[in-house]
């Protein structure tokens, strides 16, 4: 019977169950120290003299003097320090490494740093410093928009956002071989390995990660470990001893990433009739006080930015700037859900100002097959805009609503979204993963670097394999990647694990067949012994991008979406309460439909989180709700019911036809449930979309 | 992970035996019952006692008694889940079992006690930090610090009374029984608060809460409501509690009320303007907004919790408002 398709247990699931499954703060080392962050507290100066006041025996102390290798955080540039030498950028920067046997004594140490406050700045509109830009044109749009019908233009703002993965960060250095092996909650182990290699100043194999059971990651896993995984190693490096450094809930929301805050113009040209003509469109992210990934999440959203739409003249214009707060950095969606809100939120606005229905206007406008989106990319057979559109349409009986709920306190309200699966432009080239087979006493185990961080990645791997084998699901193993012997498939982030992992595990799977023949893996291995294929990703045909002029096929597939949101407006207090959802998301092929089904609910839920409730409180740098009573996400009864539709239009680049399913779901339902309460007769144009907030867009409209 | 500091712990079986350990102990002990707040609080090192009674194995303090008739008895030591699940007090004193059932989630619900929730630490989001953020801040006059972040020329704290039961317990009349090696005395619940942000209680620290009186209802003599105000459905503290008990003469019209509101002050704050708006009428739409403005204007909440200051004050009139709407609604 095929895996692919249906709802198999989990690889992970009995030890996850029955709590046998270890996560790194379960591990114990003998001799193992515990370590502790020193931070600053202001978001910019120079330190000017720290002063260690406690009795120093028993610890191992660490500053920016005690990097064995370069004091960088080895990502995109090199400028952020591992610890601060005199400059300070932003609150909770590390300065000085604690490592102690005893936990208590270790938290009683006690540091006075002195410093030199110099005049922070926090508005990213009036930042000079410049951390990445770029532009994507398509046509003329200056001359577009002169002949247009109808211009519409609107600023859209959306906040930080935390992650809020179960497990905080955390990790365990432990010298050996005349190294260190770094074990962590993570997502990329090979990210780390490089960050290592160039911190520690260590060869290639003197330095191996291994992922332990992860609690969860949604990007915030992505390119932190690295920072957490060299403090740790540098102390146990020094003190030749274990090292556990395991961030508290509070430390992880005070010094982590977070998804970017944005600001957004659009001004559109249309015809009378409702076609888009021209798209001029600025985007702003603030990237904080670093380079981290900024680049790249300003490049997913600038090429999300024009939402799934044709229109011949289309101009981006895309910054990040720095700022003085902890560096933002990825997060599920990666630019996308910022752009995709204020360009659904824009469409809608449109729809009123021609008097159109908002769905017919995303109908005439919706990508088809053969049109180019807004980097001149041809999209395939496989768009389903418009048809994701229509079936939401109906499921949700929007056009019957839309009037019965007209001046009751209900609104509905849509969104029609996409999402490029797998790195942006020429990322996979340039990565070139691997993913290896190798055959057991069971059947075959798969060897990549992917992390299974909850999405279930071991699982859906396993089915893919199983099916292009031809063996039972059973029969293939699977476990945590360890950089000493899996091949670097690179990061699991940008919905890239199915469609292009898988589509190197497929591979293999075929390779494997041809040299073992009708043979059972298992009967080939005790005949043989081990037999390893391993297979490098190959570039789809066909598929051309150019980085400078930000021209060409951004990505190998997207996948479509479109959700209806439904909500209830209090008329004295405003509050919102969003009463059902409909998701109609097409992701190619579901390997795993009770799975996709999850993703596509959780990421509902976190995007309804983040359109109505989840504010990060920043005061003078630092954020102030940083605990979870305070920084509030949506429980189960703050969700409403969901009907989940899962399409497959397969796509030709990914194994059985899957695309990306990871990130999508969070791009929707901000705009969805905005353009609910615009239903609702309130202009917000910014989220959370507090009580608050829209009260204060009440008295402007009224 | 936040730890416990370490503490010696004690379960006595017997009344007796609780209040005479905990004064051996004096003065850093504390008694705990269900410890959802007491334990957070130490892990924060709000709260450091170096004893610590367990109340939850005295028999005594978990029964439930009477009847509405004659009025209930409810041990201190009785969970919100058991309280709100109550059939008599679900039917007889639905604002109390509505105010136990709002608490937080069925997890905590199931730990945590009426008595404990009746004696709830005041919150601010300045206080209830961990360590190290308090540190950072150098802490505030409730704990280890000298002044006041929300209003840093103030001499007291303004932390805020966040229990959901204690403006029920205030609006119903209720009474409570506390006792000590000095003594057992029974006293209304509104005398057993202040309005200060660090002593917050009438009490003395030695004085176990042994159980909470309802008092008798008959058929419509009186009816009472609790509505709270919070960002999500689940979890969080009042931002705003309101809880009244209007009384009803004969004819059906209002012979005496009282409207609490929780959440806006240290302690709960009854607003007897806002009865007296009420007093004499059947509760019609303009007596309602009456007493609805009556509670807005002297509603003074602190910029401590979650929502915006003008926003919650402005809650303050539609949630009075409401709650006496569903006093009128259960009395047709
Ligand atoms: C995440 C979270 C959410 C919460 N949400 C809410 C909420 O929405 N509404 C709400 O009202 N509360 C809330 N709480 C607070 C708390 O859980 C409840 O108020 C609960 O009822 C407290 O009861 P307990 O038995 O656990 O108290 P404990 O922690 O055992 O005790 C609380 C205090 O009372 C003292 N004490 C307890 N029993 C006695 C007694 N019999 N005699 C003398 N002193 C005693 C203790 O020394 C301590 O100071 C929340 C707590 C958490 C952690
Ligand atoms: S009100 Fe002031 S003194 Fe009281 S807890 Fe808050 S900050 Fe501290």
């Known amino acids: 019977m095929p895996a692919v398709g249906t709802n198999v247990p989990r690889k992970d699931s009995t030890e996850k169950v029955t709590g046998t499954a270890r996560y790194v703060d379960d591990l114990v080392f003998p001799g193992m120290l515990h370590a502790r962050t020193i931070r600053s507290t202001i978001p910019r100066g120079r330190i000017r003299d720290v002063r260690l006041s406690f009795d120093r025996a028993g610890f191992t102390i660490i500053d920016h003097r005690d990097v064995t290798g370069r004091n960088v955080v080895a990502l995109i540039e090199d400028d952020q320090p591992l610890l601060a030498e005199r400059e300070i950028r932003h609150v909770a920067e590390p300065i000085l490494l604690l490592a102690h046997e005893d936990l208590d004594t270790l938290r009683r140490a006690r540091v006075d740093i002195d410093y030199e406050p110099l005049e922070p700045l926090f508005d990213p509109t009036r930042s000079t410093q410049l951390l990445k830009d770029?532009?994507?044109?398509?046509?003329?749009?200056?001359?577009?928009?002169a002949g247009a019908e109808v211009v519409v233009e609107g600023e859209y703002r959306t906040g930080h956002q935390e992650q809020l993965y179960i497990e905080p960060n955390g990790v365990i250095a432990v010298p050996?071989?005349?190294?260190?092996?770094?074990?962590?909650?993570?997502?990329?182990p090979f990210y780390v390995?490089?960050?290592?290699?160039?911190?520690?100043?260590?060869?290639d194999d003197r330095i191996r990660v291994v992922q332990t059971e992860t609690g969860g990651g949604f990007g915030g896993k992505e390119e932190y470990p690295s920072v957490i995984a060299a403090h740790a190693a540098l102390l146990a490096l020094k003190a030749k001893r274990p090292v556990k450094l395991?961030?508290?809930?509070?430390?992880?929301?005070?010094?982590?990433?977070?998804?970017?805050?944005?600001?957004?113009?659009?001004?559109?040209?249309?015809?009378?009739?409702?076609?888009?003509?021209?798209?001029?469109?600025e985007v702003?992210?603030?990237?904080?006080?670093?380079?981290?990934?900024?680049?790249?999440?300003?490049?997913?959203?600038?090429?999300?930015?024009?939402?799934?739409?044709?229109?011949?003249?289309?101009?981006?214009?895309?910054?990040?700037?720095?700022?003085?707060?902890?560096?933002?950095?990825?997060f599920r969606g990666f630019g996308a859900p910022q752009t995709q809100f204020a360009v659904e939120v824009q469409m809608e606005r449109i729809a009123e100002a021609l008097s159109m229905d908002p769905a017919r206007l995303r109908e005439l406008n919706a990508l088809r097959p053969g049109d180019t989106t807004a980097t001149g990319q041809r999209v395939e057979a496989d768009c389903s805009a418009l048809q994701v559109l229509q079936q939401a349409v109906e499921r949700s009986d929007f056009h019957g609503k839309r009037e019965r709920y007209a001046g009751t306190n209900r609104g509905i309200g849509l969104s029609l979204f996409f999402h490029g699966a797998g790195f942006t432009g020429s990322g996979e080239v340039k990565l070139a993963s691997r993913a290896a087979l190798c055959t057991t006493e069971r059947g075959v185990r798969i060897l990549v670097g992917s992390a299974e961080i909850g999405q279930g990645t071991r699982t859906m791997h396993a089915q893919i394999v199983a099916d292009s084998l031809g063996i039972p699901y059973e029969d293939v193993e699977t476990g945590l990647p360890d950089t000493s012997n899996v091949p670097d498939s690179g990061p699991t982030v940008a919905s890239r694990t199915c469609m292009v992992v898988g589509g190197i595990l497929q591979r293999c799977a075929s390779d494997l067949r041809e040299r073992i023949g009708d043979m059972h893996p298992r009967e080939h291995f005790t005949k043989h012994g081990a037999t390893v294929v391993t297979k490098e990703y190959e570039p789809p045909h066909g598929i051309a991008w150019d980085d400078d002029t930000y021209r060409g096929d951004a990505y190998a597939t997207y996948a479509w979406a479109c959700d209806v949101a439904e909500v209830e407006m209090d008329p004295d207090t405003y509050e919102i309460r969003p009463i059902h959802f409909t998701a109609v998301q097409d992701i190619g092929k579901a390997i795993h439909p009770v799975l996709v089904a999850g993703q596509i609910e959780g990421g509902t839920a976190q995007g309804i989180g983040y359109a109505l409730i989840e504010e990060v409180v920043m005061r003078e740098g630092a954020m102030a709700n940083a605990q979870m009573t305070n920084y509030l996400v949506p429980t189960t009864l703050d969700t409403p019911t969901m009907d989940v539709v899962i399409v497959e239009t397969p796509s030709h680049h990914g194994p059985f036809g899957a695309k990306g399913v990871g990130e999508m779901p969070i791009d929707g339902p901000a705009p969805a449930i905005v353009n609910a309460i615009r239903h609702l007769g309130l202009d917000i144009r910014q989220i959370p979309a507090t009580p608050e907030r829209i009260a204060e867009a009440a008295c402007v409209s009224a | 992970m936040l730890r416990l500091p370490r503490f010696t712990y004690h379960e006595p079986t017997t009344v007796g035996e609780a209040v005479r350990l905990f004064t051996e102990a004096m003065p850093d002990v504390a008694y705990v019952a269900g410890g959802t707040d007491l334990y957070p609080n130490m892990k924060r090192r709000q709260q450091t006692p170096a004893t610590v009674i367990a109340l939850h194995r005295i028999p005594e303090l978990r029964a439930i008694a009477g009847t509405p008739e004659s009025g209930m008895t409810i041990g201190a030591c009785v969970t919100l889940t058991e309280l709100a699940a109550h059939e008599a007090v679900?039917?007889?004193?639905?604002?109390?079992?509505?105010?136990?059932?709002?608490?937080?989630?069925?997890?905590?619900?199931?730990?945590?006690?009426?008595?404990?929730?009746?004696?709830?630490?005041?919150?601010?989001?300045?206080?209830?930090?961990?360590?190290?953020w308090r540190k950072a801040i150098n802490f505030c006059m409730k704990r280890d610090g000298e002044i006041c972040w929300v209003a840093p020329s103030s001499p007291r704290c303004w932390a805020v009374q966040s229990s959901d039961g204690v403006p029920v317990a205030v609006a119903l009349g209720a009474d409570v029984t506390v006792t000590s090696v000095r003594g057992t005395r029974r006293l209304p619940a509104a005398g057993l608060y202040r309005n200060d942000g660090i002593q917050y209680l009438e009490k003395g620290p030695d004085e176990l809460l042994v159980a909470y009186h309802l008092p008798p209802v008959r058929d419509g003599d009186w009816r009472a409501t609790y509505r709270k105000l919070r960002r999500r459905d689940a979890f969080d503290f009042p931002?705003?509690?309101?809880?009244?008990?209007?009384?009803?003469?004969?004819?059906?019209?209002?012979?005496?009320?009282?409207?609490?509101?929780?959440?806006?002050?240290?302690?709960?704050?009854?607003?007897?303007?806002?009865?007296?708006?009420?007093?004499g009428t059947r509760l019609d739409e303009g007596a309602i907004g009456a007493a609805a403005d009556a509670a807005y204007r002297p509603a003074k909440p602190m910029d401590n919790t979650d929502f915006t200051l003008a926003w919650r004050k402005e809650m303050v009139r539609v949630h009075v408002q409401r709650a006496l709407q569903d006093i009128r609604a259960q009395n047709t």
């Open chain 1, 284 to 330: 702003l992210m603030d990237g904080g006080a670093y380079v981290t990934l900024s680049p790249v999440v300003l490049s997913r959203g600038a090429i999300h930015a024009a939402g799934p739409y044709r229109c011949d003249h289309v101009r981006i214009e895309a910054r990040a700037v720095g700022t003085n707060t902890p560096p933002n950095g990825a």
């Open chain 1, 246 to 281: 395991i961030y508290d809930r509070l430390e992880d929301m005070l010094a982590t990433t977070k998804r970017h805050p944005s600001i957004v113009r659009h001004r559109t040209g249309v015809t009378r009739d409702g076609r888009l003509v021209a798209m001029d469109i």
């Open chain 1, 193 to 203: 390995h490089k960050a290592l290699r160039i911190a520690l100043g260590l060869p």
């Open chain 1, 134 to 145: 770029l532009r994507i044109v398509k046509g003329d749009v200056e001359q577009a928009l």
């Open chain 1, 176 to 188: 050996e071989n005349g190294g260190v092996t770094v074990h962590g909650s993570l997502q990329c």
């Open chain 2, 90 to 132: 679900r039917l007889r004193y639905p604002a109390v079992s509505h105010a136990a059932h709002v608490v937080s989630t069925p997890i905590l619900r199931n730990m945590g006690t009426i008595g404990g929730n009746l004696l709830l630490d005041t919150r601010c989001n300045y206080y209830d930090q961990n360590y190290e």
């Open chain 2, 239 to 279: 931002v705003l509690g309101v809880a009244a008990r209007v009384d009803f003469a004969r004819d059906g019209s209002v012979s005496a009320a009282r409207i609490v509101l929780g959440a806006v002050a240290s302690y709960p704050q009854e607003i007897s303007a806002a009865a007296d708006a009420i007093i």
